[in-house]
């Protein structure tokens, strides 16, 4: 399930992410997705990765694979700030591992520090 955080400051996209994450959860936010990155503001995201989060469903990986690089393709310079808030270690290892990819600032925040990632990627 993919739901946007109402409650982030102006200038940031909250996402959240929990449950497991199929093709079609991703199809269906892509739309609200392109409303959140207004094309022309800096690109500044809260993406907070639930306790409860499994992974991907059929076609997640794929679809998130899509949407994904298409805004860093798309939007490249316009990445300032990413927040990964979880606290499943292995998506902090695999933040570690790949973060390079993801141009701007990128840092990672356990899920008891969301409000400190908030100020951190308004900032």
Same mark, same amino acid.
């Given at each position: 399930?993919?739901?946007?955080?109402?409650?982030?400051?102006? &200038? @940031?996209?909250?996402?959240?992410?929990? /449950?497991?994450?199929?093709? %079609?959860? #991703?199809?269906a936010f892509k739309p609200a997705m392109a409303d =959140? =990155? +207004?094309? /022309?503001? %800096?690109?500044?995201?809260?993406?907070?990765?639930?306790?409860?989060?499994?992974?991907?469903?059929? /076609?997640?990986?794929?679809?998130?694979?899509? =949407? /994904? #690089? &298409?805004?860093l393709f798309s939007r490249h310079a316009d990445f +300032?700030?990413?927040?990964?808030?979880?606290?499943?270690?292995?998506?902090?290892?695999?933040?570690? #591992? @790949?973060?390079?990819?993801?141009? &701007?600032?990128?840092?990672?925040? &356990? #899920?008891?520090?969301?409000?400190?990632?908030?100020?951190?990627?308004?900032?």
């Open positions: 399930m993919i739901e946007v955080l109402a409650d982030v400051p102006a &200038g @940031v996209t909250g996402i959240k992410v929990s /449950g497991r994450v199929s093709g %079609d959860d #991703l199809k =959140l =990155l +207004k094309a /022309g503001e %800096d690109i500044r995201i809260v993406e907070v990765i639930d306790s409860d989060y499994e992974g991907f469903g059929p /076609g997640g990986l794929v679809e998130d694979l899509k =949407l /994904g #690089l &298409g805004a +300032k700030r990413v927040a990964v808030v979880s606290d499943k270690e292995w998506v902090v290892h695999t933040i570690h #591992l @790949v973060g390079w990819l993801v141009p &701007g600032e990128l840092e990672v925040f &356990g #899920l008891a520090d969301l409000e400190r990632a908030k100020q951190w990627a308004a900032g």
